[in-house]
Nanobody
Framework: QVQLVESGGGLVQAGGSLRLSCAVT????????MAWYRQAPGKQRELVAV???????TYADSVKGRFTISRDSAKNTVYLQMNSLKPEDTAVYYC??????????WGQGTQVTVSS
Protein backbone atom coordinates (compact mmCIF):
# COMPACT_ATOMS: atom_id res chain seq x y z
CA GLN A 1 0.00 0.00 0.00
CA VAL A 2 0.95 3.62 -0.55
CA GLN A 3 -0.24 6.44 1.70
CA LEU A 4 -0.22 10.06 0.58
CA VAL A 5 -0.66 13.07 2.86
CA GLU A 6 -0.93 16.56 1.38
CA SER A 7 -0.22 19.82 3.16
CA GLY A 8 0.41 23.46 2.35
CA GLY A 9 -2.95 24.63 1.09
CA GLY A 10 -4.56 27.84 2.26
CA LEU A 11 -5.90 31.24 1.31
CA VAL A 12 -3.79 33.55 -0.81
CA GLN A 13 -4.37 36.70 -2.82
CA ALA A 14 -4.16 36.67 -6.58
CA GLY A 15 -0.55 36.93 -7.70
CA GLY A 16 0.69 35.18 -4.60
CA SER A 17 2.41 31.83 -4.13
CA LEU A 18 1.90 28.59 -2.26
CA ARG A 19 3.86 25.36 -2.04
CA LEU A 20 2.02 22.10 -1.63
CA SER A 21 3.72 19.03 -0.21
CA CYS A 22 2.81 15.37 -0.54
CA ALA A 23 4.45 12.97 1.88
CA VAL A 24 4.64 9.39 0.62
CA THR A 25 4.77 6.37 2.91
CA UNK A 26 4.43 2.66 2.29
CA UNK A 27 5.65 0.83 -0.81
CA UNK A 28 7.07 3.89 -2.52
CA UNK A 29 9.59 1.76 -4.43
CA UNK A 30 6.85 0.63 -6.82
CA UNK A 31 5.79 4.14 -7.84
CA UNK A 32 6.29 5.01 -11.52
CA UNK A 33 4.97 8.56 -11.40
CA MET A 34 3.53 11.15 -9.04
CA ALA A 35 0.98 13.75 -9.98
CA TRP A 36 -1.09 16.63 -8.70
CA TYR A 37 -4.73 16.92 -9.66
CA ARG A 38 -7.29 19.54 -8.71
CA GLN A 39 -11.04 19.73 -8.54
CA ALA A 40 -12.96 22.99 -8.44
CA PRO A 41 -16.59 23.13 -7.24
CA GLY A 42 -18.93 21.77 -9.89
CA LYS A 43 -16.10 20.67 -12.14
CA GLN A 44 -14.35 17.41 -12.92
CA ARG A 45 -11.01 16.55 -11.42
CA GLU A 46 -8.22 17.63 -13.76
CA LEU A 47 -4.55 16.82 -14.07
CA VAL A 48 -2.24 19.67 -13.07
CA ALA A 49 1.28 18.23 -13.23
CA VAL A 50 3.13 14.92 -13.39
CA UNK A 51 6.67 13.86 -12.51
CA UNK A 52 7.93 10.42 -13.48
CA UNK A 53 10.42 8.24 -11.68
CA UNK A 54 12.93 9.38 -14.29
CA UNK A 55 12.32 13.03 -13.47
CA UNK A 56 10.34 14.00 -16.56
CA UNK A 57 7.60 16.55 -15.96
CA THR A 58 4.37 17.44 -17.71
CA TYR A 59 2.00 20.31 -17.02
CA ALA A 60 -1.51 21.33 -17.90
CA ASP A 61 -1.51 24.26 -20.30
CA SER A 62 -3.33 26.39 -17.74
CA VAL A 63 -0.43 26.22 -15.26
CA LYS A 64 2.64 26.10 -17.52
CA GLY A 65 5.18 28.71 -16.53
CA ARG A 66 3.52 29.26 -13.15
CA PHE A 67 3.60 25.88 -11.39
CA THR A 68 6.56 23.58 -10.81
CA ILE A 69 6.40 19.96 -9.68
CA SER A 70 9.45 18.50 -7.98
CA ARG A 71 10.44 15.74 -5.62
CA ASP A 72 12.86 15.05 -2.79
CA SER A 73 13.58 11.33 -2.95
CA ALA A 74 15.42 11.35 0.37
CA LYS A 75 12.30 12.71 2.07
CA ASN A 76 9.80 10.74 -0.07
CA THR A 77 8.03 14.00 -0.73
CA VAL A 78 6.63 15.60 -3.86
CA TYR A 79 6.05 19.34 -4.11
CA LEU A 80 3.95 21.66 -6.20
CA GLN A 81 5.26 25.21 -6.22
CA MET A 82 2.49 27.52 -7.37
CA ASN A 83 3.34 31.08 -8.37
CA SER A 84 1.30 33.90 -9.88
CA LEU A 85 -1.85 32.31 -8.56
CA LYS A 86 -5.18 33.22 -10.12
CA PRO A 87 -8.72 32.96 -8.72
CA GLU A 88 -9.37 30.18 -11.24
CA ASP A 89 -6.70 28.09 -9.50
CA THR A 90 -9.06 27.77 -6.54
CA ALA A 91 -9.72 24.08 -5.99
CA VAL A 92 -9.03 21.09 -3.80
CA TYR A 93 -5.63 19.77 -4.81
CA TYR A 94 -4.98 16.04 -4.66
CA CYS A 95 -1.73 14.12 -4.70
CA UNK A 96 -1.72 10.95 -6.78
CA UNK A 97 0.73 8.09 -7.17
CA UNK A 98 0.80 5.60 -10.01
CA UNK A 99 2.31 2.17 -9.41
CA UNK A 100 2.59 -0.77 -11.79
CA UNK A 101 2.04 -3.04 -8.79
CA UNK A 102 -0.42 -1.19 -6.57
CA UNK A 103 -2.33 0.93 -9.07
CA UNK A 104 -3.42 4.48 -8.25
CA UNK A 105 -3.42 5.97 -4.77
CA TRP A 106 -4.85 9.32 -3.65
CA GLY A 107 -4.35 11.71 -0.81
CA GLN A 108 -7.18 13.34 1.09
CA GLY A 109 -6.79 16.68 -0.68
CA THR A 110 -5.85 20.16 0.44
CA GLN A 111 -7.87 23.30 -0.24
CA VAL A 112 -6.33 26.18 -2.17
CA THR A 113 -8.33 29.40 -2.32
CA VAL A 114 -7.15 32.39 -4.35
CA SER A 115 -8.93 35.66 -3.71
CA SER A 116 -9.20 38.39 -6.30
Amino acid sequence: QVQLVESGGGLVQAGGSLRLSCAVTGNAFSINAMAWYRQAPGKQRELVAVITSGGSTTYADSVKGRFTISRDSAKNTVYLQMNSLKPEDTAVYYCNSQSHILGNSWGQGTQVTVSS
